[in-house]
């Protein structure tokens, strides 16, 4: 360390002193003296290191803001640290990155309807264990029961946190310290490295595989049952298909085979479509695994069926008896807020027609060309209003995706507004997009072909002004004009 750098960091203030500044009243005013204090700490922190990082070669110990600030500096870069402070760390963002079932923002949007009713409950006591008929304790799965018996013509139903804790609650109440059958085609892995078999050796089950990995015939079951044998469980591979030289069995005669020799059936969809529909493009529905005979069917909440996140099982009264009686299923258990959320969203689905129009999974999923295009032309209108020259904005088709593991294969078609930068421009795709990220409305976009694309079929038509803005604020960031989020009107 050079004798220039020591008496840098010998002339850098006290916090005392900083808290003492004229100029720290506006922040003691707004925020709490112990919080402010703290985040002068920070703010010395941060300098001392570009101090002592500041002595490596082409770099200048007495650089602007490091080695000369003034309280009135210090004080300013401690109130971008207070405001960072007070925003959530868990915020709404706009999906326009062209995949609608995204996992890492969160899945399914909401219903209105849901939305309303996880205020409703949220907001004072309600009877979330409580029978106001008989006056006494009641059992919180009651709530959602009778919807998914109704929508899905199961015996019986039960939810719990996830699809996972469904799986696992399964292999548990049905299949603890014997064997369950799978299909090496199956043995699946999902997001955050979460494998089958890692959870059939946490439940104490074990696995036994069957077949090859492209192709299962029935025979090779009934030559994997023995004396141990309990469950035979059936994955669907909603993220990722095998194709060519396959073969598989058919889910009826799975049952029959496992009928016959008294094991009990369980096919794990994943994600979960409810209704036959044209946009689901064929994946197996719920219906169709309990005509076909499974004794229990999961599924996820926050898929397909455009819910919060749970587990859902649904199937024969008996066995779904036994799972709700387990004593993990009570580690599982929902609570009031996704319950709710989950029993207004299975209301709509009572209306075939309602729940395409109410659910926003299912509007996404059904959107046409055409509705994309004038999404897509509005979005890049109101972006035009809000921003000058420096960017080159234009509508173009995209090709989206379902997402969160569901109809890997699938491409929809969507459109897209593509921001290009003209060649004189002194910014880049990437700092747009880093600034997009940073917004007030946070917007997660897809850089592709030195470009930066909007994608439009997971936008709420309401949310558009609003991303309109964000963009314009990122926009006037990425050059370097310095619009602060006051400035952005919102």
Request: glycine content about 8%; some cysteine.
């Amino acid at each position: 360390m050079d004798e220039q750098t020591r008496k840098a960091l010998r002339g850098l203030p006290s916090v005392e002193e900083l808290v003492s500044h004229p100029g720290a009243q506006k922040l003691l005013e707004e925020y709490p003296r112990a919080l402010v204090v703290q985040a002068l700490r920070e703010t010395l922190q941060m300098v001392r290191k570009s101090l002592l990082t500041a002595t490596e070669p082409g770099r200048s110990a007495d650089a602007p803001g490091v080695g000369d600030l003034a309280p009135e500096g210090f004080l300013s870069q401690a109130a971008l640290v207070l405001e960072a402070w007070s925003r959530p760390g868990l915020r709404s963002v706009a999906n326009l990155s062209g995949v609608i079932i995204h996992t890492n923002l969160g899945r399914s949007a909401l219903s209105a309807r849901a939305l309303d009713r996880v205020a409703q409950v949220a907001r004072g006591y309600s009877n979330l264990e409580y029978d106001l008929e008989a006056g006494t304790r009641g059992h919180r799965e009651t709530h959602v029961e009778t919807l998914l018996t109704r929508v899905t013509g199961a015996e019986a139903a039960f939810a719990v946190n996830n699809n996972a804790g469904a799986v696992l609650l399964i292999l548990m109440a049905l299949a603890a310290g014997r064997e369950v059958l799978v299909s090496r085609g199956q043995l699946v892995e999902i997001g955050g490295s979460f494998r089958l078999p890692d959870i059939m050796r946490a439940s104490g089950a074990r696995l036994v595989e069957v077949g090859t990995t492209n192709r299962t015939r029935i025979g090779d079951y009934e030559a994997a049952i023995g004396a141990e044998s309990a469950l035979v469980l059936r994955v669907h591979t909603s993220n990722y298909r095998i194709l060519g030289f396959t073969e598989e069995v058919d889910l009826a005669a799975l049952v029959e085979l496992a009928r016959g020799r008294n094991l009990l059936v369980a096919d794990d969809l994943g994600s979960g479509a409810l209704a036959d529909s044209a946009i689901f493009r064929g994946e197996p529905t719920v219906g169709s695994s309990l005509s076909a005979g499974a004794d229990v069917v999961c599924f996820s909440g926050d898929k397909l069926l455009g819910g919060p996140q749970a587990g859902v099982l649904v199937g024969r009264a008996e066995v779904i008896d036994r799972l709700r009686k387990h004593p993990v299923a009570r580690a599982l258990r929902l609570d009031k807020m996704t319950l709710a959320a989950l029993e207004a969203t299975l209301e709509a689905y009572q209306d075939s027609e309602r729940v395409g129009r109410e659910v926003p999974t299912l509007l996404f999923l059904s959107r046409t060309a055409e509705e994309t295009a004038t999404l897509a032309m509005d979005l890049q209108a109101a972006i035009e209003r809000r921003c000058g020259d420096g960017f080159i904005l234009e509508v173009e088709e995209s090709s989206a995706r379902a997402g969160g593991g569901s109809m890997p294969l699938l491409e929809l078609p969507s459109h897209a507004v593509r921001i290009r930068l003209p060649e004189s421009s002194t910014t880049s795709v990437p700092s747009l997009d880093t600034e997009l990220r940073r917004a007030p409305l946070p917007v997660v976009a897809r850089v592709a072909q030195d470009s930066l694309h909007l994608d439009v079929i997971a936008l709420d038509g309401t949310d558009l002004e609003a991303v309109a803005e964000s963009v314009a604020w990122a926009m006037a960031r990425a050059v370097g004009r310095g619009l602060t989020a006051s400035d952005s009107g919102r």
